[in-house]
Nanobody
Framework: QVQLVESGGGLVQAGGSLRLSCAAS????????MGWFRQAPGKERDFVAG????????RHADSVKGRFTISRDNAKNTVYLQMNSLKPEDTAAYYC?????????????????????WGQGTQVTVSS
């Protein structure tokens, strides 16, 4: 069983920054691929960013590329999402997810079904 706890959400003005954190339980965090997704009211949950278990490979959705950065600290069992130049359309609940058995060390899952565990989410609201 893996527990994921997100933090760092809040209300910010357009152009501002936030850093989300996701703390994971368990001793084998370094073997997980990790991802961030977001879901706005009435919309589907979408992939935002992912990082391979090796940490050396990342992927970001086109909508956030150049503004958001995913990273991980395996010593702290934590994955981060640094969000800069925030826009009102970034407003959503942000979820952290873990793929505990990625097929390759450099693989980054992007589909919801590839992730085994999910956090409860943290709300990000960007005002114009």
């Amino acid at each position: 069983q893996v527990q994921l706890v997100e933090s760092g959400g809040g209300l910010v003005q357009a152009g501002g920054s936030l850093r989300l954190s996701c703390a994971a339980s368990g001793r084998t965090f370094s073997s997980y691929a990790m991802g961030w997704f977001r879901q706005a009211p009435g919309k589907e949950r979408d992939f935002v960013a992912g990082i391979a278990r090796s940490g050396g490979n990342t992927r970001h959705a086109d909508s956030v590329k150049g503004r958001f950065t995913i990273s991980r600290d395996n010593a702290k069992n934590t994955v981060y999402l640094q969000m800069n130049s925030l826009k009102p359309e970034d407003t959503a609940a942000y979820y952290c997810a873990a793929d505990t058995s990625p097929i390759l060390s450099y693989y980054i899952p992007q589909r919801l079904s590839e992730y085994d565990y999910w956090g409860q989410g943290t709300q990000v609201t960007v005002s114009s």
